[in-house]
Nanobody
């Protein structure tokens, strides 16, 4: 069992930056691909970014590519999402999730955090 906890959300003006963190409860996390997803009010949860176990593979949704960067520190059991040039349409609850395959599909992830709210004002 892996427990994930997100932090770092908040209110920021358009054009600003935030860094989200996803801390795992145990080392099993190291054997997982980790994804960041987001869900805006009234919308389905959508993929944002993914990183491999080693950190050498990353992939991004088209909507965030070039603005968001995913990284991980396995010594700290933590994955990060650096978000730059934020837009109002980035407003959502952001979730991290761990799974065994490099996929963008919500249903393929085994463990989820509780989410952290990101609000971008115009």
């Amino acid at each position: 069992q892996v427990q994930l906890a997100e932090s770092g959300g908040g209110l920021v003006q358009a054009g600003g930056s935030l860094r989200l963190s996803c801390a795992a409860s145990n080392g099993t996390f190291l054997n997982s691909f980790t994804g960041w997803f987001r869900q805006a009010p009234g919308r389905e949860r959508e993929f944002a970014a993914i990183i491999s176990r080693s950190g050498t593979f990353t992939n991004y949704a088209r909507s965030v590519r070039g603005r968001f960067t995913i990284s991980r520190d396995n010594a700290k059991n933590t994955v990060y999402l650096q978000m730059n040039t934020l837009k109002p349409e980035d407003t959502a609850v952001y979730y991290c999730a761990a799974g065994r395959t490099p996929t963008a599909r919500v249903q393929d992830y085994l463990y989820w955090g509780q989410g952290t709210q990101v609000t971008v004002s115009s």
